[in-house]
């Protein structure tokens, strides 16, 4: 996969420990869980004794990445996320509940005991489009609340 230049300079801001680091967890096969899209990218490291969850985002030609995890560790669990993108060539599941979790439909559903209704379903389908578009910009728009339900008061 030839490297675009905002996946180059990712890689390259990492100091050296923490890139030997990074490339150490996704060696051994520490990342547990990767999904998203070409802007959002989401992760879950388990080495062992610790988890941590992170969050790659392409903001204009700068990815920008959170980790649950400050210091070292979470540097290098963001290190080896991008490298898992980079391994997968890009081709990462859309939702989690595709590499092994379950979908917020099926909780509710093992939840109460019953399959959800055609309108359930169909609320809860809304509910995580506007999350998932949540996670991209951070923000929630009026329209988004309006789309959930037309009657909603804004």
């Not at 050296?16 to 150490?24: F, L």
């Not at 967890?25 to 070409?38: K, R, S």
């Not at 081709?91 to 209704?117: A, C, H």
Request: aromatic fraction near 6%; include cysteine; hydrophobic fraction near 35%.
């Amino acid at each position: 996969m030839n490297l675009d230049r905002a996946t180059l300079n990712f890689l390259n801001s990492f100091s050296e420990a923490v890139k030997n680091e990074g490339q150490r967890l996704h060696d051994e096969g520490t990342v547990a869980q990767i999904f998203g899209n070409h802007l959002l990218i989401q992760g879950r490291i388990e080495d062992g004794t610790w988890s941590c969850r992170t969050k790659l985002r392409l903001q204009g030609n700068e990815w920008l990445g959170e980790a649950s995890e400050k210091g070292e560790n979470g540097l290098a669990a963001l290190y080896a996320t991008m490298l898992e993108r980079i391994a997968r060539s890009g081709d990462l599941p859309d939702s989690p509940n595709e590499v092994g979790e379950k979908s917020l439909t099926e909780i509710l559903e093992e939840k109460n005991g019953r399959s959800l209704t055609g309108i359930e379903d169909e609320l809860v389908g809304k509910l995580e489009k506007r999350f998932r578009r949540f996670e991209l910009e951070r923000s929630i728009y009026d329209h988004d609340l309006v789309r959930l339900h037309p009657r909603w008061p804004v």
